[in-house]
Structures are given as structure tokens and as C-alpha cells.
């Protein structure tokens, strides 16, 4: 029925097994299958770790337009507190991924949760609506933003033409495939780069606000609860706004089997990650406040530059730099991560098996990044990118918030499984519940779109059963899998990834 995973990654650090110098193993060598061993290594350190959850959650949209929760609650004070209690809220959720994640020493991130509590055909519904319609989409639209950012000081005087930004913004995409292929170390090092950029930006932000609050520049918070009411659908509007600015802490759970020592890193890493971005969320939200008025900063098209040009002259002509520099990290860390769970869902038979497979020179899961460029490219050139993501965002939640239900099954489920880290129940009770508030809050305030999405999401099963499910397969369908397995292994030099499962799973 469905092709039973036989190759968690390993832990032992080995690359290929079984075949000197890394070569690819000959097809018709006659060599057993099982004797070849391609791994990838465990190369995600502590500082990686933390590198790749800043890198993924801090985007363009705290630079740009973070609007939605000031226009929702209707004043500076409720504004502040709702960003405060999102990014605590954001932090109860990685904490349970955290506990996921050393106990499940698999990478995937939600869809191999959800296969261990809930089976494979929720699983593969997870998978199959990431891989056609939301990653693509969403690598479309933080691509979009970096195309262009990038080209912004070139076009200061003039509307930049959008063929250009588009093309800009394919080289983009493509440099970011072509780097998570080629090497891990150097796409982590990257990360970390492009991390300590954001991190610059937020302080050239925050630096200043804060001078400015010691200047007594206090005029916008006073009665800072003041203002519109916020409406019975307004306040959970901008609950929705705020977490869907912190998404982004569960990556490095797609990638648990290249952390070195994840039972200590991954929840070190998530914690200090949703500290250092939440203090640096509300810390940038007030600096904006010391010198832009709420209905100033509803107003602007780009309230980092705004608050630049008020307080620090020519040096503002830097902030396009930087916001493009973040979109580029966004890329580069959720196609790192995202790469993975196509990879692991190859892996347990829910994906084409090429997809499974390692560059044994380069070590790297090349088909499972690779497949996602023709993807994406037909996203930004012919797809209604934001549509496609509104149609989507609620299933997002709905699975999050599934994973971390499955959370609390599995205490039930199996009590004696190892936990390493574990959190106290009411924390993955609470966020289980907020995700599926928003869900339903979907449904309630654009209940068409929301439908549709659901729609697109029901696709899944029928294609389950289709291609999983049903084993009696044409005999011509068979060997043109076959066939392509001959012809593209040897062209991408890749072979298939083996090891022992209880390197990962205990």
C-alpha cells in the first residue's frame, strides 16, 4: 500500500558506505542496493540553528508594512500588547515542537508529526498541498520582495518596471536553489550572514528609538489605548496578523537529523530565537511610535524608510539594501528547511523516490530542493501568487495546530517514549486552541476563500488513494518510473540515502 520508509538518516556522521571515494554506485554493477549508504551529515550547529529560525521568521514585513495589527486594535498601547502576547503565544508553540523534536529524531517538521500521531494519508495531504501550491507560492511572493529591494537604488526617481523585478527576482530564486545544492555548510553560513544583517537593521531601528525616547519623544503614547475601538472581529484579526508574523520557529525541525545534539539545540535554539525576535518586534514597533503617528505609520508604503528619512537623512537609502538582504534570508532558510520535508516524505513512500535521494559528492538532497524551481518559476510568472496564499494560509494553522494536538495524543498514546525536553500540558493545550480559533476565524470572516482553500486541500485525498493507496498501477506507468530513476540518478549524481531507523526514532 504505501512504501514503507527504510532510511531515517543516521546519526553516525558517514557519508557514503559501501562505495570508496564517493562514487556513484554503477546500475548495472549488480551491487545489492542496501550495501550503498549516502547520509546527510549532522552540520547544524547551536549558532545554525538559531541562524536558520531568526533568518526565516524575520522577513520584509516589519520593515515594510506592519500594519495589520496597529489598523485591527485601533490604538498604539493595544497594538504593542497584541505583538507581546503573539510572540509568547508564537514561543508555547516551538516549545512543542521543541519537545517533538527530540523526541522524534526525524526531520519533516509537521508532516512527520502528524504521520506518527495521526497515520499517512493526513500526512500526505500536508505534503502534497506544500509541495504543489504553498511553498512555491510563498517562495514566489518573499522572492518578489527581494527582486525588488534589491533594484530599488537603481530606480529612486522612477516606477520600477515589473518584467525587471521579476527577472531579478528568478536569478534570485536561482541562486538559492543552486547554493542549497551545492553545500550545506556554505547555505548555513549564508544564514548566519544574512541573519546578522536583519539583526543590524532592527538595531539601526531600534538605536535611534530609543534615543529618541530618552529625548522625551513620547507624544504618540500618550493615551496610548486611545483611539478606535478595536471590533468584536478586529482584536482577533490582529492575533492573526501577529502570529502569521511570527511563523517561521518550526523550521529547524524540518532539518532535526542534521542537528548536532538536538535533544540540547533544538530547544536552546528555538528559545533564544523567539526571545531575541520578540524583543526585537515590540523594541521596533516602539521606535517607529517615537517618530510616526499611528495613522502616519497606516499610511506609509514603507514605514522602515519613513522612520529612516525622518531621523537619519541619506543613510535611508541602506534600508532597501537590507530589506532585501532579509527577503533573501527568508528564501534561503525556508527552501533549506522545506527541502527536508520533501526529502523525508520521498523517504516514507509519499513522493517520487527520486526525491529521496543525496548527491553522494556534494551530500546534499539536490532533487528535493531542485524540484521546487520549476515550481516556483511558474508561480511568479503566470500564478496569482497572493490569492493562491490567502485560498491556503488557514491550512497552515489548521495542521500546525493538528501537530501539536498530536502532541498530546501521543502523551497518551505512548506515555513511555523518551522526552527529553517536555513542556507542561496546559502549553500545547492553549496553542492548539488558538491555532484552531484562527482557523475557524478564517472560515467566519472570508468564509469563500476559505473554502476554496479547503477544497484545494481535499485534493490530497483522492490523490492518496490514487497514487499511495493503489497498487495495481498500469504496467507501462511502472517502468516509466523505472526508466526515469535509471536515466536521472546517474545524471544528478544521486543514489538513494540508507540507515538505521534507530538513529532516529526512539
Request: aromatic share 12%; net charge positive.
Amino acid at each position: 500500500m504505501v512504501r514503507k520508509a527504510a532510511v531515517p538518516t543516521a546519526s553516525n556522521g558517514s557519508y557514503l558506505q559501501g562505495q570508496p571515494n564517493g562514487r556513484l554506485p554503477s546500475l548495472d554493477s549488480g551491487q545489492p542496493v542496501q550495501e550503498q549508504k549516502v547520509v546527510l551529515k549532522k552540520k547544524v550547529t547551536l549558532l545554525r540553528g538559531i541562524s536558520i529560525i531568526i533568518g526565516t521568521i524575520i522577513g520584509a514585513g516589519i520593515f515594510i508594512s506592519p500594519k495589520g495589527i496597529l489598523k485591527n486594535t485601533g490604538s498604539v498601547g493595544m497594538s504593542l500588547t497584541v505583538w507581546t502576547v503573539c510572540g509568547i503565544l508564537s514561543l508555547f508553540g516551538a516549545l512543542c515542537y521543541a519537545e517533538l523534536g527530540t523526541c522524534i529524531k526525524k526531520s519533516g517538521g509537521h508532516y512527520t508529526y502528524i504521520l506518527e500521531a495521526f497515520g499517512p494519508l493526513p500526512a500526505f495531504v500536508r505534503v502534497w498541498v506544500e509541495l504543489l501550491i504553498i511553498r512555491p507560492a510563498a517562495t514566489a511572493v518573499i522572492s518578489l520582495a527581494f527582486g525588488r529591494y534589491i533594484l530599488e537604488p537603481f530606480f529612486m526617481q522612477c516606477e520600477i518596471p515589473e518584467l525587471a523585478i521579476k527577472l531579478i527576482t528568478a536569478v534570485g530564486i536561482t541562486l538559492v536553489m543552486v547554493l542549497n545544492s551545492t553545500s550545506v555548510s556554505w547555505s548555513a553560513r549564508i544564514q548566519i550572514f544574512l541573519t546578522f544583517c536583519k539583526l543590524v537593521a532592527i538595531l539601526i531601528i531600534i538605536v535611534p528609538g530609543v534615543i529618541q525616547l530618552i529625548k522625551g519623544e513620547t507624544r504618540h503614547f500618550k493615551n496610548a489605548f486611545a483611539g478606535n475601538d478595536a471590533s468584536v472581529m478586529g482584536l482577533p484579526l490582529a492575533f492573526y496578523s501577529g502570529m502569521y508574523a511570527y511563523s517561521g520557529w518550526f523550521y529547524l525541525n524540518f532539518v532535526t537529523e542534521e542537528v548536532e545534539n538536538p535533544e540540547k539545540n533544538i530547544p536552546l535554539a528555538i528559545c533564544i530565537s523567539m526571545i531575541i525576535v520578540t524583543v526585537g518586534y515590540v523594541l521596533t514597533n516602539v521606535a517607529y511610535f517615537t517618530t510616526i503617528s499611528a495613522g502616519e505609520l497606516l499610511l506609509s508604503k514603507a514605514v522602515a524608510v519613513t522612520f529612516a528619512e525622518r531621523l537619519m537623512g541619506n543613510f535611508s537609502l541602506a534600508v532597501p539594501v537590507f530589506v532585501a538582504l532579509s527577503c533573501f534570508g527568508s528564501m534561503n532558510g525556508g527552501i533549506f528547511a522545506v527541502s527536508r520535508m520533501f526529502f523525508v516524505a520521498s523517504r516514507e513512500g509519499h513522493l517520487p523516490e527520486i526525491l529521496s535521494m543525496i548527491h553522494v559528492r556534494k551530500h546534499t538532497p539536490l532533487p528535493a530542493v531542485i524540484v521546487l524551481h520549476p515550481l516556483t518559476m511558474i508561480m511568479l510568472f503566470n500564478g496569482d501568487l497572493y490569492s493562491l496564499l490567502n485560498f491556503l494560509s488557514f491550512a497552515r494553522w489548521l495542521f500546525i495546530g493538528l501537530v501539536v494536538a498530536g502532541l498530546i495524543y501521543l502523551r497518551y498514546k505512548r506515555p513511555d517514549m523518551p522526552r527529553p525536553f517536555k513542556v507542561p500540558l496546559f502549553i500545547p493545550a492553549l496553542f492548539s486552541f488558538t491555532c484552531l480559533f484562527m482557523v475557524a476565524l478564517s472560515l467566519y470572516s472570508d468564509p469563500v476563500n476559505t473554502g476554496i482553500g479547503f477544497a484545494i486541500t481535499l485534493t490530497g485525498v483522492p490523490a492518496y488513494y490514487l497514487f499511495i493507496v493503489w497498487d495495481k498501477k498500469p504496467k507501462w506507468f511502472r517502468k516509466l518510473l523505472g526508466k526515469s530513476l535509471i536515466i536521472f540518478m546517474p545524471f544528478l549524481e544521486v543514489y538513494k540515502s540508507i540507515c538505521e531507523s534507530s538513529d532516529v526514532l526512539e
